[in-house]
């Protein structure tokens, strides 16, 4: 099993619509992020969360919310979809003592 | 402000020729990871380097903090080498956050 997964893997979803994404880790590390990969582009931080009670945003936090409901868990909104928010979506995990990234298998989120 | 430039954008080989990509960063960094992303989209971290000099295989890679650079080695390409390399900086004055480059294509022909 993988060491962070993410759910769904793929969500094709209307205009209007509110979609969740979710992430669960078994890797122990207190920090959790959430990317956006566009086509032809790097991943860009939506949101970040340090520990359970420390939630942050990231350089496109603008029409996306999060949840950070335990250590292992961390969630992904998007409240009323459109779609420019179509792309591909990374959670992401950290060890706070050496800071390298490991990511889920992303999910593809298609909003038509 | 934080900027991660990665070269070349694309690059096209034969089998078995060997490549090196770039990375520039503009500010002293904490981290520096090279991810392979495949062509089915899977983030694949091939090193952690922030400093220094790693091999893992076929693949090497050197970060040099003071010039601000990181390089990385394949050598003898392989088909299932081809993808996006990405260069992820985590920076000094942006702890905890890493910055991503926008990538270098590897297509690797038969």
């Known amino acids: 099993d993988a060491d962070v997964t993410q759910t769904p893997r793929n969500r094709i979803t209307k205009t209007g619509k509110r979609i969740m994404l979710e992430c669960s880790q078994t890797?122990?590390?207190?920090?959790m992020y959430w990317y956006r990969q566009d086509p032809g582009l790097g991943l860009r931080l939506i949101y970040y969360?340090?520990?359970?009670?420390?939630?942050n945003k990231g350089e496109i936090s603008d029409g996306y919310s999060v949840s950070r409901q335990a250590q292992a868990k961390f969630s992904l909104s998007l409240e009323s979809a459109i779609p420019n928010q179509t792309a591909l979506y990374f959670c992401?995990?950290?060890?706070?003592?050496?800071?390298?990234?490991?990511f889920g298998e992303g999910s593809r989120l298609t909003v038509l | 402000g934080i900027q991660v430039e990665q070269s070349p954008p694309d690059l096209i080989l034969q089998e078995g020729a060997n490549s090196t990509l770039r990375c520039n960063f503009s500010?002293?960094?904490?981290?520096l990871q090279w991810f392979h992303q495949n062509p089915w989209g899977q983030l694949i971290n091939l090193f952690y380097?922030?400093?220094g000099t790693k091999q893992n295989g076929r693949l090497s890679a050197t970060t040099v903090a003071t010039e601000r650079y990181s390089l990385l080695y394949i050598s003898s390409s392989q088909t299932t080498d081809s993808g996006v390399y990405f260069c992820?900086?985590?920076?000094?004055?942006?702890?905890?956050?890493?910055?991503f480059g926008d990538g270098t294509t590897l297509t690797v022909k038969p």
């Open positions: 992820a900086v985590e920076y000094n004055t942006n702890a905890g956050k890493s910055t």
């Open positions: 969360s340090f520990d359970v009670k420390d939630i």
């Open positions: 500010d002293s960094v904490n981290n």
């Open positions: 890797k122990g590390h207190d920090r």
């Open positions: 992401a995990t950290s060890d706070f003592t050496q800071g390298e990234l490991f």
């Open positions: 380097i922030p400093s």
